[in-house]
């Protein structure tokens, strides 16, 4: 079994900045890419970033030029930086790995974690 942690989350005002993090662990062979959806109330879940094991990235539009996205692939985590936050970027932000366990190392599965809360006050 993979577990995602998410951690940072809160209550900024708008135009702060906060940074979003997640640790995978667990039985893993290996983790292909990761990436950060968000929900907010009333609404479909979205896809907010995501980045290959090489580093390649993809924005949802509404975030271009204000998020980043890394990782550490050493350390199995993802980050989310966020800069410009508006109100509209409220939501419940979900980590998301495509991983391997070491028993199937063949075989890919979605993970995800628990959520953490970004509340943007404006």
């Known amino acids: 079994q993979v577990q995602l942690v998410e951690s940072g989350g809160g209550l900024v005002q708008s135009g702060g900045s906060l940074r979003l993090s997640c640790a995978a662990s667990?039985?893993?062979?290996?983790?292909?890419?990761m990436a950060w959806y968000r929900q907010a109330p009333g609404k479909q879940r979205e896809l907010v970033a995501d980045?290959?094991?090489?580093?390649?990235?993809n924005y949802a539009d509404s975030v271009k030029g204000r998020f980043t996205i890394s990782r550490d692939n050493v350390k199995n985590t993802v980050y989310l930086q966020m800069n410009r936050l508006k109100p509209e970027d409220t939501a419940v932000y979900y980590c998301?790995?495509?991983?391997?366990?070491?028993?199937?190392?063949?075989?890919?599965?979605?993970?995800w974690g628990q959520g953490t809360q970004v509340t943007v006050s404006s």
């Open positions: 667990g039985s893993i062979f290996k983790i292909d890419a």
């Open positions: 980045i290959t094991r090489g580093g390649s990235t």
């Open positions: 998301n790995a495509e991983a391997a366990l070491t028993f199937s190392p063949g075989t890919y599965s979605s993970w």
